[in-house]
């Protein structure tokens, strides 16, 4: 519950950063109140709600926005469908939507739909400073942690125990402290010498890119510079938006195949070239015969036509194969029986 707490007052807190209508004039110091307002049912947390979505995509305002006070199962389930779009929640999680699970779930879903909301209302100097910020802090919490000093030097040093002892001697001992000395000088000058670098090439893109230090829409439209700033936070944004989409698939769909063993390849590659192989010659010798016997059934149909087919032999009149051979067969049974009654006494 300490911690549905905190995370409520986080996000309260973001929200008014971001200017939510919804919360104009309330004033809240517990954070146990401010999350019964994000968590509880009720019309407020609706408004708030829908706030956030039309924040993150101007279409599903638009849509929001069409839709009356009575119609809020509608707006319900537009909201829930931007969230599964978003790829943050199911098209059918409408207990969601309307508060009715427990706060952790809630508060989580609501801080991905304030993660992806595009910074359109923020300046370009106001971006850098919240970043120099986050840079500060974060620097502060290396230098001031207790555990910065065991990291640089730690106990158990990752070298083998032949090169301890090299390690371990005095005179190596100074002389690694006159090079560490020494080396923290260049490493030094080389570091301001790439930053004073870094500085100096802001400072020329700066001058390329006054839209930067101005008002977009005080620049001149007809060179581009009006809309270059919308376009690099519009490209960040959608960035923004891919990245979280991805980290859902990835943490639900993906992350169980990519923890998998790698498969083991079999032994029989050979083999199965030496049967692929034999199938290919198996197969070339079903096509010969099947040329075969085509080819045949050609001469029996070629046969056939000369056969039945009349044509011009000795005489005039056309006459078939079979007819022709039929005649002279006629022909020589005759003449066989006349060469036996000449020769009968």
Known sequence: ?????????????????????????????????MQKLLCAPSPHRL??????????SPAH????????????????????????????????????????????????FLEQLVAVIPAQALSAVESFQEIGRKNEAFIKQVFTSPYLQSVLNPECHPWPSDIKGLLLREDVLQERS?????????????????????????????KECPFLHGDPAGADASSGHATALQTLRLMASDFSQLLVAFSQVYERQLQQHCERLAPVL??????????????????????????????????????????????FWSGNAKATLSSKLE???????????????????
């Not at 408004?47 to 993150?56: Q, T």
């Not at 067969?329 to 009968?344: E, P, R, S, T, V």
Request: proline share 2%; net charge negative; aromatic share 2%.
């Open 327 to 345: 005649e002279l067969q006629q022909k020589y049974k005759a003449i066989h029986a006349a060469l036996k009654k000449c020769q009968q006494p």
């Open 178 to 206: 006159l090079l560490s000395v020494t080396s923290h000088e260049e490493t030094l000058l080389e570091a301001s010498k790439e930053l004073e670098e870094v500085v100096a090439a802001l400072q020329d893109l700066r």
């Open 1 to 33: 519950m300490a911690m549905a707490a905190a995370a409520a007052a986080a996000l309260f807190g973001r929200l008014k950063e971001l200017g939510c209508p919804a919360l104009d004039g309330v004033y809240l110091s517990e954070a146990k109140d």
């Open 47 to 56: 408004d708030i709600l829908e706030w956030i979505c039309g924040s993150v």
């Open 266 to 311: 079999s032994c029989l590659g050979p083999l199965v070239q030496e049967v692929h192989l034999g199938l290919q010659l198996c197969v070339q010798e079903l096509q010969a015969l099947l040329q075969v016997k085509e080819t045949s059934e050609c001469i029996v149909n070629t046969v056939k036509q000369k056969e039945q087919g009349k044509r």
């Open 61 to 108: 305002r638009k849509q929001l926005s069409s839709l009356g006070e009575s119609q809020s199962d509608l707006k319900i389930k537009a909201m829930a469908n931007l969230g599964y779009h978003l790829m943050l929640c199911r098209a059918n999680d409408l207990d969601l939507i309307e508060g009715k699970v427990s706060a952790q779930e809630q508060l989580h």
